[in-house]
Every structure is written in structure tokens, then in C-alpha cells.
């Protein structure tokens, strides 16, 4: 999997998941969203940015109100 975050600004380097790696919810709230996307996206963007995905809605859910 790999994901990356685009705007009008700029973009963040691609973020990849390791080969195998199972990427339930939990594990994308606190390894990809909380570790690697948000800080990327705020060196880009600072603290003014909405965050917009297409992905599982189950698995998002688990997120909010985590971070």
C-alpha cells in the first residue's frame, strides 16, 4: 500500500507499508494517519489544511476523536 497527500500547495513523499503488513484500523490511525501522513501534511500545509480521503469508512471511524 502507499499512500501520499495532494493539494494546490504541494505534496508529501509517499508513505509505503511494508510488503505483508496487515492494515486494519488501528494500525493505519497510529502508524500511517498519526506517525507519518498528519506530520507530512502539517510540514506542508501547517495547522490549516482539511484532511478528505477515499478509503473503507470502517476503518476512518476508528479515528476519529483518536488524535
Not at 15 to 37: E, H, R, T, W
Request: aromatic share 10%; net charge negative.
Amino acid at each position: 500500500m502507499v499512500s501520499i497527500a495532494v493539494s494546490k500547495m504541494s505534496m508529501t513523499e509517499f508513505i509505503f507499508v511494508d510488503p505483508g503488513m496487515k492494515v486494519n484500523g488501528q494500525y493505519y490511525c497510529d502508524a500511517i494517519l498519526s506517525q507519518q501522513m498528519l506530520p507530512a501534511i502539517k510540514h506542508v500545509a501547517g495547522d490549516t489544511f482539511v484532511f478528505q480521503q477515499e478509503w473503507r469508512q470502517s476503518s476512518i471511524s476508528l479515528c476519529q476523536g483518536h488524535h
